[in-house]
């Protein structure tokens, strides 16, 4: 009966020890297999990524033949950074790990999806780092189509799309860099940067390189935003000053608590105060100094910061802004009163309608009469609504900043003179 029990105990041993064994060759072979399957997933992602980079390459080429003054280029996603609530950058590089080109800080890229066609959704947004050959920077701010009413909001849909579908490893095709309003290389007065919301993005690149570039010189950063949650790259900008004494950055809060403030002046360098600033604080801190003020935020902000620095004393010529839409221009706001009707024909579309209103673009009236015209900056500078002129005359509500043909006319920015027939 002992040996019975005992062979029964060493069969039953046995048996379990076999099973582990296969149960250990069995694992082994299976995580093998899925490795093997991770990798040939992840190679034929590769695959699939540079064939979709090669194919957007033969697109843009394509694309070029229409658009000669733009240069685009496809560019992969490599980081994302949320810089507040509403607020995320977007870190892009060369898919091929290729150096970029320099720019202007100040200057801003063309932002359209990875997808065909010419008439597509294309919008400017201005880069937040100063020129780094290893990567270029966008802050973008969310805006969600519903919340422009009526006409397409000018930063709406494409930015709302890029929050909610763009992630890391992801294309978009690159227009630029471009723009007027930048700090010149050759620039060595002291400064005064403007900034109000997302307005900061423009100033964020001017500031680093000034302090890469001329760490003496003078400068200060006002910087006007509603309260801690919308302070985009806010925290960034004030530790700068850690390092360069010649800098000076201002926060103002409009809805921030004394708390909050005294929080933020116990754990970052520059000032906090709430309220909002005015162009006497600026004019206060520049002292005696001749220098500069660049300005980037909503155009009726801008309006009233132009004038109350005119007030003030400052010249004229050393104000500049930055403006993607709006009726800030180089002679003064567009005026209110009624002009006589301007007979307006659409070729392409087949529509004869009349601009009326000097608040009106002609790029609106043809939204308004359902003729589609592409955009893109709104405000003359990426040539996006450039069209035909194929009779009659226009004029600019400001300076654009492309070249155009005789018989070309941007429609973001111009306005009739005279009957005029456009190719749209």
């Known amino acids: 009966m002992t040996e019975t029990i005992i062979l029964l105990v060493a069969a039953t041993f046995l048996l379990l020890t076999s099973m582990s064994q296969f149960a250990a060759i069995g694992f082994s072979t299976s995580r093998a297999r899925r490795a093997k399957r991770q990798i040939r997933a992840r190679s034929l992602r590769n695959l699939r990524q540079a064939a979709e980079v090669v194919r957007l390459n033969s697109q843009l080429h394509d694309l070029s033949g229409r658009e000669p003054s733009l240069d685009w280029r496809v560019m992969e996603v490599a980081e994302i950074v949320d810089e507040s609530v509403d607020c995320r950058s977007f870190y ?12 202007r800080p100040g200057q801003h890229l063309m932002v359209r999806p990875a997808m065909a066609g010419a008439y597509q959704t294309t919008r400017c947004y201005s880069l937040s780092s ?7 920077r966008i802050t973008v701010k ?8 009526g006409l397409p909001p000018r930063n709406g849909g494409l930015s709302d799309w890029l929050h909610r579908t763009i992630h890391l490893g992801d294309c978009l095709l690159i227009g630029g860099p471009n723009g007027q309003f930048y700090l010149p290389a050759e620039h060595r007065r002291p400064l005064v940067l403007l900034a109000a919301g997302v307005g900061i993005t423009p100033m964020a690149s001017m500031l680093r390189w000034s302090l890469e570039q001329t760490p003496q010189r003078p400068v200060h950063l006002f ?9 985009p790259l806010g925290s960034s900008l004030h530790s700068w000053q850690h390092d360069f004494p010649q800098c000076r950055i201002h926060t103002f809060m409009s809805r921030a608590g004394d708390k909050e403030l005294a929080r933020l002046a116990n ?11 005015e162009p006497a604080d600026l004019v206060e801190a520049m002292g005696p100094l001749e220098g500069d003020y660049f300005m980037c935020g909503p155009d009726g902000w801008m309006q009233s910061m132009r004038d109350g620095l005119q007030a003030a004393g400052v010249s004229s010529e050393r104000v500049h802004w930055e403006s993607f839409g709006g009726t800030v221009t180089d002679n003064g706001p567009v005026p209110d009163g009624p002009v006589e009707s ?5 070729e392409h579309s087949q529509v004869d309608t009349a601009w009326s209103d000097p608040q009106q673009s002609l790029w609106e009236l043809a939204r308004e009469s359902q003729v589609d015209i592409p955009s893109g900056c709104l405000s003359g500078v990426c040539g996006c609504c450039r069209v035909k002129l194929l009779s009659g005359e226009v004029e600019y509500d400001r300076q654009i900043s492309i070249e155009l043909a005789d018989d070309e006319c941007l429609t973001c920015v111009s306005r009739p003179t005279s009957p005029v027939t456009i190719d749209a």
């Open 92 to 103: 892009l590089v060369d898919p091929y790990g290729q150096s970029l080109p320099s720019f």
């Open 130 to 136: 100063s020129p780094d050959p290893r990567y270029w």
């Open 342 to 346: 301007v007979p307006v024909r659409f």
């Open 223 to 231: 910087y006007q935003v509603r309260d801690l949650d919308h302070w």
């Open 142 to 149: 969310r805006q969600l189509p519903e919340e422009a009413g």
């Open 267 to 277: 754990d970052l360098p520059g000032q906090f105060r709430p309220d909002k600033f």
